[in-house]
């Protein structure tokens, strides 16, 4: 079974700053299926980043996603305050997987 | 406005039973696949279940495998959990989520709702 690991647990960081999420797999992951996803407190989680790289309808050319094989990153290149949310990685394809989440806190 | 409602959730104690409903609209809810997703408060998410289109195919967590059962009906744009011999390890918030595709599960979710919350406790 696959286990997605997320790092830091926790970011604080200042509006402006550049955030890096990391999120790493115990496999590799094929075809670089890879989602991320932001949830900001109270609300529903929202899709920000498929296929590893891809960002969805409508995500702000800040948010990026890279990476392949187990280790793959979101980047928030100029933090806002609207961006305090956790962010949630998810292995897809063979399995439906999630990992843990990292929450970002804007100082 | 394209949505998705969950509802049903509530307190129950253990070994006893839910039935989830989530309701779409603002899309053709017969064309994709859906899912349930829960989240233990201020943990990680865990996929539950899913269903194709036509409910031809279906997958579950192991964890809930012989014990939920989901299930959907088009013509009410409308997709069920139903919950049996619930544990204390089930208590979380359950969200519907729809599938990229018609197929399942194997893509992911471009649409969540808000969720339902269930307790199970004595």
């Known amino acids: 079974e696959i286990v997605l690991t997320q790092s830091p647990g926790t970011l604080s960081l200042s509006p402006g700053e550049r955030a890096t999420l990391s999120c790493r797999t115990s496999q590799s992951v094929s075809s670089n299926y890879l989602a991320w996803y932001q949830q900001k407190p109270g609300q529903a989680p929202r899709l920000l980043i498929f296929g590893a790289s891809s960002r969805a309808t409508g995500i702000p050319d800040r948010f990026s996603g890279s990476g392949s094989g187990t280790d793959f990153t979101l980047t928030i290149s100029r933090l806002e305050p609207e961006d305090c949310a956790v962010y949630h990685c998810q292995r897809y394809g063979s399995s439906l997987t999630f990992g843990g989440g990292t929450k970002v806190e804007i100082k | 406005e394209v949505q998705l409602v969950e509802s049903g959730g509530a307190l129950v104690q253990p070994g006893g039973s839910l039935r989830l409903s989530c309701a779409a609209s603002g899309f053709s809810f017969d064309d994709y696949a859906m899912h349930w997703v829960r989240q233990v408060p201020g943990k990680g998410l865990e996929w539950v279940s899913g269903?194709?289109?036509?409910?031809?195919?279906?997958g579950y967590a192991d964890s809930v495998k012989g014990r939920f059962t989901i299930s959907r009906d088009n013509a009410k744009k409308s997709l069920y959990l139903q919950m049996n011999s619930l544990r204390a390890e089930d208590t979380a918030l359950y969200y519907c989520?729809?599938?990229?595709?018609?197929?399942?599960?194997?893509?992911?979710?471009?649409?969540w709702g808000r969720g339902t919350l269930v307790t199970v406790s004595s």
């Open positions: 989520a729809k599938d990229i595709s018609s197929g399942c599960c194997y893509w992911y979710f471009d649409l």
């Open positions: 269903i194709s289109w036509n409910s031809d195919n279906i």
